[in-house]
């Protein structure tokens, strides 16, 4: 039973709390991972690749998929279609990868709702509001508008902490990557309650 399989790792947390510097941080420690990504119906922007930054498709397509209940969640973004399409998840879980999901709290809602007994989640935070924000304005790249959106987003977020297994406070980043390594490894070693119900049967008749 102590075995590694395939398992999923839920990310989430608010923007500029350093999520993406964090997965940079541990991806080479961690073990097979596969890191999914969202399939969308907007068009391919310059510098973006197929597959690599998002999965593209046609608006037909992804009805389609909708249909044949291919997603784990979706929604329509500024009248474009955004969806965690299940079929990589599940190809790479059968692979014994770690799946990494970098979500937001609802996505998280979905994934828990599916796949909860091969799921650990992690809410990823700065220790402070006035921290987030100061990191917020010197990244430099979102008006002042989009950075009230985000901070009050994120106050929303961090009220739904508890409802995650493990909180990560990104503080320093290599501390925090040494936690969130831990995490990682540890997650790989969760057991589907199909397979404890399988051992207990068996447990029990030798």
Do not use: C
């Amino acid at each position: 039973m102590n075995h590694q399989s395939g398992a999923i790792l839920v990310l989430s947390g608010p923007s500029g709390a350093g999520k993406s510097s964090l997965i940079s941080k541990i991806i080479d420690h961690i073990g097979p991972t596969y890191f999914s990504i969202s399939t969308t119906t907007r068009p391919i922007r310059d510098g973006e690749i197929n597959g690599v930054h998002y999965h593209f498709v046609s608006v037909e397509e992804f009805k389609r998929e909708i249909e044949e209940e291919m997603f784990l969640e979706y929604a329509i973004v500024h009248g474009n279609y955004y969806g965690t399409s299940l079929s990589p998840v599940k190809k790479a879980l059968k692979e014994g990868k770690l799946v990494i999901f970098d979500i937001d709290v609802q996505g998280h809602d979905a994934v828990q709702n599916r796949l909860s007994d091969i799921t650990t989640s992690v809410f990823i935070t700065t220790p402070t509001l006035k921290e987030l924000k100061r990191r917020l304005h010197s990244r430099s790249t979102d008006s002042e508008e989009v950075i009230e959106k985000r901070v009050d987003m994120a106050k929303r977020e961090v009220q739904r902490i508890s409802e995650y297994d493990f909180l990560v406070v990104n503080d320093e980043l290599d501390k925090a990557a040494e936690v969130l390594i831990s995490i990682a490894q540890a997650s790989r070693m969760k057991i589907p309650t199909l397979q404890i119900n399988e051992f207990v049967q068996s447990w029990e008749a030798n």
